[in-house]
C-alpha cells in the first residue's frame, strides 16, 4: 500500500483546501476491510484529511517545514461508508496557528452524503527544531515533499 | 458467498491488520496488544523517506482493532463492532522503525447499541516506558444502530485473522514454562 | 441525591461540551441538539454514556431519545404526528416540550433541546 491518501487537489486558498480521495478495488487492504463489503477504512478518512491539512500548512508557509503530522483529533464521527469507485471528498478549513502547529476543521462527503467530521491539530515542525543532530535530514524530507507536490498538479496531456 | 470467503483467507495473507499479539485479555474489562515496527513495512517510506514513522492514523487503527476485539468478544463476536467516533486522540511521540508498540484498551462503557473505550500507547525508550498517545474510541454494533445505511447481513468485521489472536493468546498462556 | 436544576444544568452542559466538542456558550437551555449543536447518532449513545457516568444513573435505551416511536406508521404518517402518536409521545417523554408540537404536529418540529436532557436528568437525579 502506498501511504498517499489525497489524489486530486481542487481548490486551494490560504484559509482552505478541499481535496479528492478516490477509492479502488486495486488498493489491495480492502480485501481485508471487510472481506464481501470493501469499505475505506475510518483512519484512512482521517488520514486524508490529516494529509490535506498538510498541504494547506505548506501552502501557507511555502513548505516552512519538512514534517507534518497528527497531534491531535477530537470529535471526529463517521457518517456514511466509501465504496470502491466512490470518492471522498475533504474539505478542510484552516482556524489558527497553534503552538507548534495550526488546528483546522474538516468534513468529508461521500455522494453528497457526510462521511465524516472532525477537527485536527497538526504539529509542523523541522527536525531541527526537535534534535540538532538529525537537521541534515531536513532538506531531504523537504525535497521529498515537493516532489509528491509536484505530482499532485492537475490536468493531462493529449496523445 | 460462505464458501468464498473461506477459500480467499487460505490464500490471500491479511493487509489491514495492526497489531501483531495479545499480550493480556480480560474479557469485557480489559486488553493489551503489540505491534512491531520494521522498516521492512513499505509504507513507512512514502511520507517521510528520510525519518520514517509511523502514521498516527494507523495508531489509532492498532488501538481500535486492540479494542474492537475486546468489545466484539464481549457478545461473543454477535455484533458488527464498527468505529463510529474518536472522541479525542492526542499524540506525544512519534514512533520509528525498530519500536514495539503496546496498545493498552479498557472498556468504559457497554451497551446493546455500542461501546466506549479509553486506551493508552506507549513504546520503550532505554528500559522506559514512554507515552506515545491517548485515544477515546466509541464503537457502534450497526445491526442494532445505523438504520439508513446498507451492508451484508452476515458478520464480515470479524473474520479468522482477529479471532485468531485471541485464539494464540489464549493458548500460549495455557502452555506451561 | 437531590439536585438543583441549576446544578443539573451545569453538569449537563459539561457533558454536551465534551461529547460535541462545542463551546459552553452555545451550550443555551433552548439550544436543539442536533440542528445547533451538530448531534449526530454516534453523539447521542455518546451524550448517553457521559451522562449515565456523571450523574450515577442507568438510562435505559429508548428512555431518553425514543427513536422507535418516530419511525413507528402508527404514530407518524407523511411526517405527520397521529393523534395516538401524540398521547403515546406525551407519556413516554414527559421531559419534552409538546406545545409546539401540539399545534402543528410535523415530525421535523420534533427536537431535543439541552432543557429536554435537563428535565430528563432532573427527573432521573430527583426521583
Redesign the interface.
Known sequence: ????LIDQIEQLTDQRIVAVKTVTLAE??L???????PVL????M??AI?QAAGWLMHHRTQFGK??A?????????????VAPGNELRVEVDYIKDTDGGASFKAVGFVEGQTAL???IEL?YFN?ADKQPA?AH?DA??AE?TKYRWAVLQQGSVTI | ?AA??TN??QL?P????WIDKFTEFTPKTSATAVKNVSLAE??LH??????P?V????I??GM?QTAGILVGEARNFAEKV??????????HR?VRPGDTITFSAKIDQLSEQGASITGTVTVTDNGAVAPVADIELMFSHIDQNMAG?R??A?N??F?E?FTDLLKTYRLSSAVPL | MAMTRDEVYKKVQGVLVDA??VDEEEVTPTATLREDL?A?S??FLDIVFRLEKAFGIKIPRGEMFPEDLFTNAQYVQNGRITPEGLVEMKKRMPHVDFSELEKDPDINKMQFTVDTVVNYIESKVNA
Do not use: C
Open positions: 500500500m502506498k501511504f498517499n489491495e487492504y480485501a481485508d476491510h471487510f472481506p464481501t463489503f477504512p475510518g483512519v484512512m482521517l488520514e490529516t519538512s514534517m503530522v497528527l497531534k491531535e483529533a477530537k470529535n471526529v464521527k463517521y457518517g456514511h461508508f467530521q472532525a477537527r504539529s527536525l538529525l535530514l531531504k524530507l521529498h | 458467498m468464498l470467503v480467499h483467507w490471500i491479511m493487509r489491514w491488520i513499505e509504507h512514502d511520507l517521510f523517506p528520510a525519518f514513522i502514521p498516527h492514523s494507523l489509532v487503527e481500535a464498527i468505529l463510529a467516533k474518536i472522541g479525542k486522540a492526542t499524540f512519534l445505511l451492508f451484508p452476515h464480515f468485521v473474520t485473522q | 460535541l466538542g451538530g449526530e454516534i453523539d
